[in-house]
């Protein structure tokens, strides 16, 4: 059974960090794309950020370019997003996702399986 768990969700401030970490059962992240995304109150879901199997580059969002980074963890199958400098509009719940793309990852929605989301807040 596949199955994401994402966790490392929680209150901060604003201007300080999180990382949340994405916890891959029932196959190997080393070969799936892992695609982070988030949804606020009254918004729509949008991607932030995903990972790419086979070496390929990761992308993000310009909302948070220079400030989130995603990486993995081939050894405890888990995937990581490092989230610095947050501010109150990165208020949302984030979620991971994996498909099965080879060497590249996408933003869209273009998922197929899907964790059950933890709560960032991010207090000003």
């Known amino acids: 059974q596949l199955q994401l768990v994402e966790s490392g969700g929680g209150l901060v401030q604003a201007g300080g960090s999180l990382r949340l970490s994405c916890a891959v059962s029932?196959?190997?992240?080393?070969?799936?794309?892992i695609g982070w995304f988030r949804q606020a109150p009254g918004k729509e879901r949008e991607g932030v950020s995903c990972?790419?199997?086979?070496?390929?580059?990761?992308k993000y969002a310009d909302s948070v370019k220079g400030r989130f980074t995603v990486s993995r963890d081939s050894a405890k199958n888990t995937v990581y997003l490092q989230m610095n400098s947050l501010k109150p509009e990165d208020t949302a719940v984030y979620y991971c996702?994996?498909?099965?793309?080879?060497?590249?990852?996408?933003?869209?929605?273009?998922?197929?399986?899907w964790g059950q989301g933890t709560q960032v807040t991010v207090s000003s």
């Open positions: 996702a994996a498909n099965s793309l080879w060497g590249m990852c996408i933003l869209g929605e273009e998922y197929d399986y």
């Open positions: 029932g196959f190997t992240v080393d070969y799936y794309a």
């Open positions: 990972s790419s199997s086979g070496g390929g580059s990761p």
